[in-house]
């Protein structure tokens, strides 16, 4: 049987939510249930909310009474936590990363490594898919994405390139964009250039890093004083937006003071330095190399 999903840091992640076992947890990317169920363990009459809006997550769920698992988009997470009676948790748990599932899906498109649809849709039921925004975002639209989510410095002539491809054929499929922007691939960065070229896809098509700002503001509002926010990030955008909100409770890393003249600051942070992966962990899953964790007590 394939995996459906290997955790990156799991050890290090679970002890940074310094469970207890009576308390309320929520893991807002269930996946294949890998921390969920480490957290069910260590719980007694505690609760623990899982999150997912994949709809093949649903078939790993774990039969536990202790566990309630919700086919949403964790930036919802508030108003369910409401309609299922609870305004505030102990700790909570992101792991940002695609799943083995996801990118080994060839019909999902997630994977530059075989030919497949362009979709890329999280969510199999959202309407927009990696192949409508090659097909209808214009030529500046498309550039400025290459550049933000996937910090490619010749997105302008990337971008001109699928347009005019376009104009003959649909860019439909990874070899249509593959063909579309032959010549244009530094020689010896294939891999690392299609695996920023499809994350800036990715981001677009399921609004990632909106999703990630709306899950992280509704997390500070619902964890209780000491409750444990634990996030795994896989690139430096989102890290960077994980960092300055614990760092400042805003996104823009802006410092802010008090009437008095103090730093007003929502988290203490438990790892003052990034967890990263060992190299045996590394060795065991690829994938986790590019893992960082970041641990944050509610102050």
């Given at each position: 049987m394939a995996i459906y999903h290997l955790p990156a840091l799991l050890t290090e992640s679970i002890a940074g939510l310094n469970l207890r076992p009576d308390g309320i947890y929520v893991d807002v990317t269930f996946g294949g249930g890998g921390h969920s169920r480490s957290i069910l363990e260590h719980l007694t009459t505690g609760k623990l909310i899982a999150f997912d809006q994949d709809l093949d997550a649903a078939t790993n769920i774990i039969n536990d009474a202790r566990l309630t698992f919700l086919n949403q988009n964790f930036r919802y997470l508030k108003n369910n936590l409401?309609?299922?009676?609870?305004?505030?948790?102990?700790?909570?748990i992101a792991d940002l990363g695609v799943s083995f599932h996801q990118f080994d899906s060839q019909k999902r498109g997630f994977s530059f490594r075989s030919d497949a649809a362009l979709d890329m849709r999280m969510n199999p039921r959202a309407p927009l898919k990696a192949a409508d925004i090659l097909k209808t975002y214009e030529e500046e639209q498309l550039a400025n994405l290459f550049y933000r989510y996937g910090e490619l410095t010749n997105s302008r002539r990337l971008a001109a390139a699928i347009v005019k491809a376009r104009e003959n054929k649909p860019v439909v499929t990874v070899n249509d964009l593959t063909s579309a922007l032959n010549g244009l691939v530094p020689a010896g960065q294939e891999n690392k250039f299609y695996a920023r070229l499809f994350q800036s896809l990715r981001i677009e098509v399921n609004h990632e890093m909106e999703a990630l700002t709306e899950m992280l503001e509704q997390?500070?509002?619902?964890?209780?004083?000491?409750?444990?926010?634990?996030?795994?990030?896989?690139?430096?955008?989102?890290?960077?937006?994980?960092?300055?909100?614990?760092?400042?409770?805003?996104?823009?890393?802006?410092?802010?003071?008090?009437?008095?003249?103090?730093?007003?600051?929502?988290?203490?942070?438990?790892?003052?330095?990034?967890?990263v992966p060992s190299d045996n962990e590394v060795s065991k899953n690829s994938r986790a190399r590019s893992a960082r964790l970041r641990i944050a007590e509610k102050i």
């Amino acid at each position: 049987m394939a995996i459906y999903h290997l955790p990156a840091l799991l050890t290090e992640s679970i002890a940074g939510l310094n469970l207890r076992p009576d308390g309320i947890y929520v893991d807002v990317t269930f996946g294949g249930g890998g921390h969920s169920r480490s957290i069910l363990e260590h719980l007694t009459t505690g609760k623990l909310i899982a999150f997912d809006q994949d709809l093949d997550a649903a078939t790993n769920i774990i039969n536990d009474a202790r566990l309630t698992f919700l086919n949403q988009n964790f930036r919802y997470l508030k108003n369910n936590l409401r309609y299922l009676g609870y305004d505030a948790i102990d700790g909570l748990i992101a792991d940002l990363g695609v799943s083995f599932h996801q990118f080994d899906s060839q019909k999902r498109g997630f994977s530059f490594r075989s030919d497949a649809a362009l979709d890329m849709r999280m969510n199999p039921r959202a309407p927009l898919k990696a192949a409508d925004i090659l097909k209808t975002y214009e030529e500046e639209q498309l550039a400025n994405l290459f550049y933000r989510y996937g910090e490619l410095t010749n997105s302008r002539r990337l971008a001109a390139a699928i347009v005019k491809a376009r104009e003959n054929k649909p860019v439909v499929t990874v070899n249509d964009l593959t063909s579309a922007l032959n010549g244009l691939v530094p020689a010896g960065q294939e891999n690392k250039f299609y695996a920023r070229l499809f994350q800036s896809l990715r981001i677009e098509v399921n609004h990632e890093m909106e999703a990630l700002t709306e899950m992280l503001e509704q997390a500070l509002q619902l964890l209780k004083s000491s409750g444990r926010l634990v996030v795994i990030t896989y690139h430096s955008l989102e890290d960077r937006l994980v960092k300055n909100f614990i760092r400042t409770g805003n996104f823009e890393g802006r410092s802010e003071k008090d009437f008095y003249g103090n730093l007003k600051v929502p988290f203490r942070a438990v790892n003052h330095r990034v967890i990263v992966p060992s190299d045996n962990e590394v060795s065991k899953n690829s994938r986790a190399r590019s893992a960082r964790l970041r641990i944050a007590e509610k102050i």
